[in-house]
């Protein structure tokens, strides 16, 4: 348990940061999910417009600190490479 109030206020700030944060990756997840989904019906139109939403959250994402830049690069070329093969 924290004792110091310097200890103290750490874990109240990583407390907030941790809920900030977990907010932002499920939203990111969000956005993943509307591409997967889009994917799986085979809509090609849906699934270019929700990459292109989605692109911009995810490197949000990695500029507040919630990813790691190459996993949001990985990830984006990833749904890239498979909107481009759908039909």
Request: net charge positive; glycine share 4%.
């Given at each position: 348990?924290?004792?110091?109030?310097?200890?103290?206020?750490?874990?109240?700030?990583?407390?907030?940061?941790?809920?900030?944060?977990?907010?932002?990756?499920?939203?990111?997840?969000?956005?993943?999910?509307?591409?997967e989904?889009?994917?799986?019906?085979?809509?090609?139109?849906?699934?270019?417009?929700?990459?292109?939403?989605?692109?911009?959250?995810?490197?949000?994402?990695?500029?507040k600190?919630v990813?790691?830049?190459?996993?949001?690069?990985?990830?984006i070329s990833?749904?890239?490479?498979?909107?481009?093969?759908?039909?």
């Amino acid at each position: 348990m924290a004792n110091t109030p310097q200890s103290k206020k750490r874990a109240r700030q990583n407390a907030s940061r941790y809920a900030v944060n977990k907010a932002r990756r499920s939203r990111i997840r969000t956005y993943l999910r509307k591409v997967e989904e889009a994917l799986a019906s085979g809509d090609k139109d849906a699934a270019q417009t929700a990459l292109r939403n989605a692109q911009p959250e995810l490197m949000r994402g990695v500029t507040k600190g919630v990813f790691h830049k190459n996993t949001a690069s990985r990830k984006i070329s990833r749904l890239a490479a498979r909107v481009k093969a759908l039909g």
